[in-house]
């Protein structure tokens, strides 16, 4: 990063439509969804706007600086790494009352700031008329309405920030009440410049008196042991005077002071009628009605995606064994036509058998998250998730999970407790990802009927639960309860969704589809080579005398560590058969056998990085066992009873 | 006075105290429920689910446990005229 290059920080409460925003200015880069807390990675963007070049930075949603989710403690390290030269703080506008909290402790931070008044037209619909100017006068920043969904306002926000960015604007924090400011007024005055945070002493202040023991705090009692008893004397008057513990005191200035800036910038007509969301949200989270929506929202996913992919498939499948045959017309069977063939098999592979299911996935999967279904299915599952151990917030990273599970398991960053974190990490490898999905209905629901392939997602979801109920058995730790937000309901942006599974599919592109294509050259070169079958042999005991499964399917097993999919490609290759007459070499159990070892047996590679780094090598290494043994397990399961 | 847990639904409720941990309760102070909010119980889970709490103080809503809701103490306000 050069020197000279202004930072540019993004921060705001979660779903107030920071990362859309951001999208709109830095080009496309951030992924955004409606759930509190998704856009767990923070992104850097260098861009150039207007022949300007800046640094910008969106950070996850956070409600305040006073972090509890591991995902909001790596807020507060950027901030004060990155010394941002302006903050951009996005404001939900139809909760002004409560979005204001933060933004009155960002000016208590005292970096230079704005403010992006967003959603404005959701508040005018609410009833709502926020005046932006009144608001500018009473927080003594700039504040720009913005709808960043459409790009409104974009144009006079970034001239705010640039006028900001040239003539450091200064930012002033407000006061709060007498007793308790003149408490942090004299708690500030006494601070050494060491400890001071930010150069602000008056952040500091307010920051040991409202932080946690485990904040800063036993730092200072350390290296300044007369200031700790100081800090301990004010914090006592204030709670003395109160009758409320310090930390609730300096919550309850800011709501207070919030929502008195609510009231003075804003006209509320808020009338009677129900609008669209309400009605909505009125069945979808009914006792009884938002059970049978969410099945059949389950039914529909499934359903969409094999009607839409299983004729695709069919019909790109044609064209693939047509090029084949005519492949090894021109090359006869040398070294060449292997290699061609693998090729072949792993660009068509790719295109017919997963595109189709991979694709119509992503997008439905990018409706719901845009919805804000993700936080409602939470609430709703919330009590099955209590049998298992867990709550409802984790029911958002296990969907993510059908999608893929890297990203879920970043996702458990949400999750406040390490516990629930952990045990979430480890059901995560057993949901079944897009990859999954394609084997399941290429191979499954093809050829043994829609019927098995639900009947597989259910067995699916019931083995994820007794999974869980048998970790939660061994860590015992109880869970504090469900804290979950439900963002209002949002019209998902067509827009919005393609581009989001447009990203998704160039990710596959760029990674996942190299290596198809290398695992299928690779395994063309073993077959020209023979040495498929020396590999094939020391897999034999449990390919064929444990699953009962073909022999040469035992290698396809090991090239699904690197991508669940390639096992599927490889297959076809291995049993040296045409996708179409798969049945003549194989049988329908057998099928199913496969199907459940491939789906259970390791986490993917890249899903075992994911572990390995935020989890640790311990959970990466139990996860990847206890999926090992519940592969074999369930096959031999099925194997018996069928 | 009654707890959160046992308050009618669709009735405007104030919150009169929050009790329960300390992690608890900055987290549902970081979430915009303070002490003397307006809030009303709009859905619930089966099986003693959460419970679907709306602050119209705030004009949110957030999904409540009954283990939290349990210790959240608060007044029906009287319906006016």
């Not at chain 1, 932006?132 to 920043?141: A, C, D, Q, S």
């Not at chain 1, 045959?325 to 592979?349: K, M, N, P, Y």
């Not at chain 1, 560590?561 to 599927?568: A, G, I, N, T």
């Amino acid at each position: 990063m050069k020197v000279d290059t202004p930072t540019v920080i993004f921060l705001g409460q979660p779903n107030s439509g920071k990362s859309t925003l951001f999208n709109a200015i830095a080009g496309h880069k951030a992924l955004t969804s409606n759930f509190p807390g998704t856009s767990y990675k923070h992104t850097h963007s260098e861009v150039n706007i207007e022949g300007r070049l800046l640094n910008v930075v969106d950070l996850p949603g956070t409600y305040s600086l006073n972090p509890s989710e591991p995902a909001e403690k790596v807020i507060l390290s950027h901030l004060f790494q990155e010394k941002p030269d302006l903050i951009v703080n996005v404001v939900d506008a139809s909760i002004l009352g409560r979005s204001l909290e933060l933004t009155l402790e960002l000016l208590e931070l005292g970096y230079p700031m704005i403010v992006a008044l967003n959603m404005v037209d959701l508040a005018e619909k609410k009833g709502i008329h926020v005046d932006p100017k009144k608001l500018e006068k009473l927080l003594g920043v700039r504040v720009v309405p913005t709808v960043a969904s459409h790009g409104r306002g974009l144009k006079e926000l970034l001239e705010a920030a640039f006028f900001c960015l040239d003539n450091r604007c200064p930012v002033v924090s407000l006061s709060w009440s007498g007793d308790v400011e003149e408490e942090v007024g004299r708690l500030a005055e006494r601070l050494p410049t060491e400890i001071i945070v930010a150069g602000n002493a008056r952040f500091t202040a307010i920051k040991l008196i409202e932080a946690n023991k485990t904040f800063c705090v036993g730092v200072l009692a350390e290296a300044k042991p007369e200031l700790k008893s100081e800090l301990d004397l004010a914090k006592k008057r204030i709670e003395d005077k109160r009758r409320a513990p310090a930390y609730e005191v300096i919550a309850a200035e800011r709501h207070h002071l919030a929502l008195k800036l609510f009231e003075e910038s804003s006209r509320v007509r808020r009338g009677k009628q129900l609008s669209w969301d309400q009605r909505v949200d009125d069945v979808i989270m009914h006792p009884v009605l938002g059970y049978l929506i969410l099945l059949l929202i389950f039914l529909a996913f499934f359903f969409l995606i094999f009607k839409i992919g299983g004729p695709l498939e069919g019909l790109l499948l044609g064209p693939l064994g047509r090029l084949r045959t005519l492949l090894s017309g021109w090359l006869g069977a040398g070294l060449i036509f292997h290699l061609a063939d693998g090729l072949v098999q792993g660009i068509g592979g790719g295109a017919a058998i997963v595109l189709p299911y991979f694709v119509p996935l992503l997008f439905f999967m990018a409706f719901l998250e845009d919805l804000g279904y993700l936080a409602r299915a939470g609430f709703l599952l919330d009590t099955f998730m209590h049998r298992i151990g867990l709550h409802g917030k984790s029911v958002s990273p296990f969907i993510l999970g059908f999608g893929c599970n890297v990203p879920a398991v970043l996702s458990t960053r949400i999750l406040e407790s390490p516990r629930d974190r952990m045990i979430t990490s480890l059901l995560i490898p057993f949901i079944p990802c897009s990859a999954r999905t394609t084997i399941i209905l290429a191979l499954v629901a093809f050829y043994l009927g829609p019927a098995w392939a639900l009947g597989f997602y259910f067995f699916n979801i019931l083995l994820v639960a007794a999974i869980g109920r048998l970790l939660s058995l061994f860590f015992k730790d109880p869970s504090p309860g469900l804290i979950l937000e439900i963002p209002s309901l949002k019209a998902p942006s067509l827009m919005n969704m393609a581009r989001k599974t447009y990203l998704e599919l160039k990710s596959f592109v760029k990674f996942a589809w190299p290596l198809l294509v290398a695992g299928s050259i690779v395994l063309s070169l073993l077959q020209f080579l023979a040495l498929d079958k020396v590999l094939n042999a020391a897999f034999s005991p449990l390919v064929v005398h444990g699953l009962g499964l073909p022999q040469p399917l035992g290698i396809t097993l090991v090239f699904g560590f690197l991508r669940k999919e390639l096992s599927l490609i490889m297959m076809l290759q291995a049993l040296g058969v045409e996708y179409k007459n798969l049945l003549t070499v194989i049988s329908r159990e057998q099928i199913l056998v496969f199907t459940v070892f491939v789906s259970f047996f390791i986490p993917c590679l890249s899903t075992f990085a994911i572990l390995w780094k935020e989890t640790g090598k311990k959970i990466a290494f139990l996860s990847a066992g206890l999926s090992i043994a519940v592969a074999i397990a369930a096959s031999l399961l099925v194997r018996l009873i069928f | 006075m009654t707890r959160l847990s046992e308050a009618p639904h669709g009735r405007q409720l104030r919150i009169v105290d929050i009790q329960g941990g300390e992690g608890v309760r900055r987290r549902l102070f970081a979430l915009g429920f303070h002490k003397d909010d307006l809030v009303e119980v709009n859905s619930q889970g089966i099986l003693r689910g959460p419970l679907l709490i709306k602050n119209l103080t705030a004009d949110t809503s957030v999904a409540l446990g009954r283990g939290i809701a349990h210790r959240i103490m608060v007044d029906i306000v009287p319906d006016e005229g």
